[in-house]
């Protein structure tokens, strides 16, 4: 029962913004840091940001999209979401949102995650 879907993906041009969504369900989110990270082919996954549970209230972004992307939770609606602008070719990826163990913080390396999502495509092009 537990899952993560993400969305909001697709083509954009340079400069342009999307916003992808991280809904989960069988479990509450919000007691989990949630992690965004890439894909493009022939590289690594590529650890973008991270958000704690909300008790430590911080996130982090790594310098390759510092200051053009910005992660935020909506407990709410069970979601995360990854807010992009200034989209550039080089962003061009699969994009997957997962969550570390219960009530553990942000962690440094993909590997570390133990639920994912399938991804959702992002392709920046003119």
């Known amino acids: 029962q537990l899952q993560f879907v993400e969305s909001g993906g697709g083509l954009v041009q340079p400069g342009g913004s999307l916003r992808l969504s991280c809904g989960a369900s069988?479990?509450?989110?919000?007691?989990?840091?949630i992690g965004w990270f890439r894909q493009a082919p022939g590289k690594e996954r590529e650890k973008l940001s991270c958000i704690n549970t909300s008790g430590r209230n911080n996130t982090n972004v790594a310098d390759s999209v510092k200051g053009r992307f910005t992660i935020s939770r909506d407990n709410a609606k069970n979601t995360v979401y990854l807010q992009m602008n200034s989209l550039k070719p080089e962003d061009t990826a699969v994009y997957y949102c997962?969550?570390?163990?219960?009530?553990?913080?942000?962690?440094?390396?993909?590997?570390?995650?133990?639920?994912w999502g399938q991804g959702t495509q992002v392709t920046v092009s003119s």
């Open positions: 069988g479990f509450v989110l919000d007691y989990y840091a």
């Open positions: 997962a969550a570390h163990g219960l009530f553990r913080p942000c962690a440094l390396w993909p590997e570390e995650y133990d639920y």
